[in-house]
């Protein structure tokens, strides 16, 4: 079964500094890739999503993803972090056409 | 229209009272979702309906009733539930179950039993 792994369950930036959440993939086939947000109290939004037509995917909010095969990785980045992007961040892998399986989250915290 | 609406947004309900969520969405998705969510854990898959019929049952307690009246509407019958079932339940849709699939999600139900 496919699933998906994210290193760190707590990361701390300070405001403009660059954002990096780490997700792994388990897959013997290139999966399909999604990363999701959760404000507090709050559903989930995709940020962005990589379905094999590019290795690096821009999102919304100034997210982007990059797709590494040789990894087996797609982790989240962002240059600058602001203070509203505090938040939980899940990554996500769509189990054989089924529905989203989730990676534990990665809770994002930003200090001014 | 992207919204997946759902209603209550909290609910609180004793362990002998039976209630319903419901989930609403108007783009044409053929696939619904339920998840459950407890407090600093990623969402947790219940339920799959495609093309309104039952695909997906992950082991949820018969407590636990899903329906699907409609392709636009998701209900999830709660009857006999236990406190540890206190969690945010999560609605979802998608066009399809594809792979490359992305799901819509609702604001949530916040269920307390008590």
């Known amino acids: 079964a496919q699933s998906v792994t994210q290193l760190g369950s707590h990361v701390s930036v300070s405001e403009g500094a660059l954002v990096l959440l780490r997700c792994n993939y388990s897959s013997s086939v290139p999966p399909y890739l999604f990363w999701y947000v959760q404000y507090p109290n709050q559903g989930l939004q995709l940020l962005l999503k990589?379905?094999?037509?590019?290795?690096l995917v821009k999102g919304i909010n100034g997210f982007e993803a990059e797709f590494k095969k040789s990894e087996t990785s797609f982790h989240l980045t962002k240059p600058s972090a602001h203070m509203s992007d505090a938040a939980e961040y899940f990554c996500a892998v769509n189990q054989a056409g089924t529905a989203l399986i989730f990676g534990k989250g990665t809770t994002l915290s930003v200090s001014s | 229209d992207t919204e997946v609406t759902q209603t209550p947004k909290h609910l609180v309900m004793g362990m002998t009272n039976k209630k319903s969520l419901k989930c609403e969405q108007h783009m044409g998705h053929r696939a619904m979702y339920w998840y459950k969510q407890k407090a600093k854990k990623p969402p947790e898959l219940m339920f799959v309906?495609?093309?309104?019929?039952?695909?997906i049952n992950e082991s949820v307690p018969s407590r636990f009733s899903p329906e699907c009246p409609n392709s636009s509407l998701l209900n999830l019958h709660l009857h006999a539930l236990q406190p540890e079932d206190s969690a945010l339940y999560l609605c979802a849709s998608s066009q399809g179950r594809g792979d490359s699939t992305e799901a819509f999600f609702g604001q949530g139900t916040r269920l307390t039993v008590v």
């Open positions: 990589y379905t094999s037509a590019a290795t």
């Open positions: 309906y495609s093309y309104e019929k039952l695909s």
